[in-house]
């Protein structure tokens, strides 16, 4: 049984939970090795405290769950079938009573939960999430590489971009451009949506890229990520098109400024709320406090969002193994918006910046 395994299966123990049932799958692919977009189909993995875990799929993803690894029971079902019937079966076979289990409530429908409750006639039910945040939180050897490679790709991505900057060419072309030479290096998919904002669009830190064509004097931010062998980077650089006004290189430069310094205080026992506060303040000290809303970062893995939670009021220490973005900005509205994103990894030694795309202010 793998150590992942393992882990819920000890906290199950601790816990007296007769079962887990992992429905997200991102966890499933987390526990089993197993990744799937099953739509609206039910993907699940059932962890018991001493019996053999099983996993349920599409009867036509069967022989891709076997290959990717996992040895134990596998539950295929056709779109004719219920497959709840069949994990019923499943865990009667193990001459298990379920009375008390563990879901991933903020995953789970009301469908699937009303489900659960009819086939182990409502058992007390229990959260696993924060069980599956903090295993996450972790990284292995094997996913750090994988990070790795992500982000090399993501660098990638943004000189692909840059380089595409002209006047008159929109940000949807820009995007295109990106997509189409991943495709070639054999990216299938992004960590989310390729993110392309000039001139005034990229003040709103959640802009929609559309067809504004780039003008000289603006400043174009690209936010992005690629997901490698099922792990996600996620990077933002903002370069300069033409001379920018004064404002603008000092909003840059702050940026920048604040976004070295969170890196440099990034290091084993310290606070997440250390780390953001860090930025905060260099903002703050210029003027811009009120025009950095967000977080300072997240973390990353499977998930492009997942823990640690980088805001000024998470106790949480970091650990080595961490991986977590840090991406200050500022959003002045029709004046300019800049943020600056790395990818960072805790280690026993201090950080390793895992994403290398050059910072200082590059004027096109």
């Known amino acids: 049984m793998n150590q992942r395994i393992v882990a819920l ?111 182990f006639s409502s058992p007390e039910v229990f959260a696993a999430e924060e069980k599956m945040r903090q295993l996450r939180m972790m990284k292995t050897e ?11 790709l993501a660098d ?69 990520g690629v997901i490698y062998e099922g792990y996600c980077s996620d990077i933002t650089r903002t370069v300069a098109f033409g001379d920018i006004n004064d404002k603008q290189r000092e909003i840059y430069e702050t940026v920048l400024k604040a976004q070295q310094a969170a ?12 780390i953001d506060l860090t930025a905060r303040r260099i903002i703050s000290e210029k003027g811009y406090g009120g025009y950095f809303p967000h977080r300072l970062g997240h973390g990353l893995g499977i998930s492009v969002h997942e823990y640690p939670s980088l805001t000024e009021t998470n106790p949480l220490i970091l650990e080595p193994g961490m991986v977590f973005t840090i991406e200050p900005g500022i959003y002045v509205p029709d004046v300019a918006g800049v943020r600056i994103e790395d990818d960072i990894l805790i280690t026993d030694e201090g950080y390793e910046i895992l994403t290398a795309y050059p910072k200082a202010l590059q004027v096109i």
């Open 263 to 274: 890196v440099a205080a990034s290091k084993a026992g310290t606070a997440c709320s250390e």
């Open 142 to 152: 094997d996913e750090i590489m994988k990070i790795r490679e992500a982000c090399r």
């Open 9 to 119: 299966q000890n906290w199950i123990r601790q816990n007296t939970i007769d079962a887990a049932l992992i429905t997200a799958p991102e966890n499933v692919f987390y526990l089993s090795g197993f990744l799937s977009d099953p739509h609206e189909r039910l993907l699940a993995l059932a962890i018991f405290p001493d019996a053999e875990p099983f996993l349920v799929c599409p009867q036509m993803e069967k022989e891709d769950a076997r290959n990717s690894g996992w040895d134990a029971e596998i539950i295929g079902y056709t779109d004719i079938e219920d497959p709840w019937e069949k994990v019923k079966k499943s865990v009667a076979n193990r001459s298990i009573s379920i009375k008390r289990v563990a879901i991933e409530k903020e995953h789970m429908n009301v469908e699937r939960y009303e489900k659960v409750n009819a086939i």
């Open 156 to 224: 990638y991505a943004i000189e692909v971009g840059v380089n595409e900057i002209s006047e008159g060419k929109t940000e949807m072309a820009i995007i295109a451009a990106i997509e189409y030479e991943l495709k070639k290096a054999g990216v299938s998919e992004m960590s989310f949506s390729t993110m392309v904002l000039t001139g005034k669009n990229a003040a709103s830190p959640h802009g929609t890229p559309g067809m504004t064509k780039v003008s000289r004097g603006d400043l174009v931010l690209f936010d992005l």
